[in-house]
T-cell receptor
Framework: QKEVEQNSGPLSVPEGAIASLNCTYS??????FFWYRQYSGKSPELIMF????GDKEDGRFTAQLNKASQYVSLLIRDSQPSDSATYLC????????????FGSGTRLLVRP | EAGVAQSPRYKIIEKRQSVAFWCNPI?????LYWYQQILGQGPKLLIQ????????DSQLPKDRFSAERLKGVDSTLKIQPAKLEDSAVYLC???????????FGPGTRLTVT
């Protein structure tokens, strides 16, 4: 059973701080990792993906991947109240379907 | 570019009734997914289509759920008969191919009473 684990939170940070969201996965063969943001009552929205070990930056967002530790994280710099949402980690399974397995999400609250 | 379209947006039915959901993917997207998202959980894949063929339906409760994608474009997901535990948001997603990013529709919120 392929699994993706996330702390459900809520993770509460003050406005302007760095929010750090973490995710671990069980499938050692996985090569692609995704972060989706989901506002309450809305559908998931892709914000970042990462395929290689190390860091990938996009604006205020940085994704970090460590395949040896089976760990992926998302850093949000200069957090804004509008970043308050649930962040879903998804891992692409290394079989012929290439399907995504989602974690249960971490709820982030950014306090003004 | 138009996004993934789904209808209806909300549906309330009684247990043992049937219900159907419709999805129209982004134009040109060959791969289509149906997910079930229960409150407080991440999306769970129910079925994956590549054009009009099924790639994965290992988590589809086949005694009550069915799905089809005729002509490799639109898709419908049906539940018959519904149970209380089917209350969830049903999300449709599409992608150019299995190795590309998935884009989600707005979802259908189903309440079974």
């Amino acid at each position: 059973q392929k699994e993706v684990e996330q702390n459900s939170g809520p993770l509460s940070v003050p406005e302007g701080a760095i929010a750090s969201l973490n995710c671990t996965y069980s499938d050692r063969g996985s090569q692609s990792f995704f972060w989706y943001r989901q506002y309450s009552g809305k559908s998931p929205e892709l914000i970042m993906f990462i395929y290689s070990n190390g860091d990938k930056e996009d604006g205020r967002f940085t994704a970090q991947l460590n395949k040896a530790s089976q760990y992926v994280s998302l850093l949000i710099r200069d957090s804004q109240p509008s970043d308050s949402a649930t962040y879903l980690c998804a891992v692409r399974i290394a079989d012929s379907s290439y399907k995504l397995i989602f974690g249960s999400g971490t709820r982030l609250l950014v306090r003004p | 570019e138009a996004g993934v379209a789904q209808s209806p947006r909300y549906k309330i039915i009684e247990k043992r009734q049937s219900v159907a959901f419709w999805c129209n993917p982004i134009s040109g997207h060959a791969t289509l997914y149906w997910y079930q998202q229960i409150l407080g959980q991440g999306p769970k894949l129910l079925i994956q289509f590549q054009n009009n063929g099924v790639v994965d339906d290992s988590q589809l409760p086949k005694d009550r759920f069915s799905a089809e994608r005729l002509k490799g474009v639109d898709s419908t997901l049906k539940i018959q008969p519904a149970k209380l535990e089917d209350s969830a948001v049903y999300l449709c997603a599409s992608t150019l191919g299995r190795l590309y990013e998935q884009y989600f529709g707005p979802g259908t919120r189903l309440t079974v009473t």
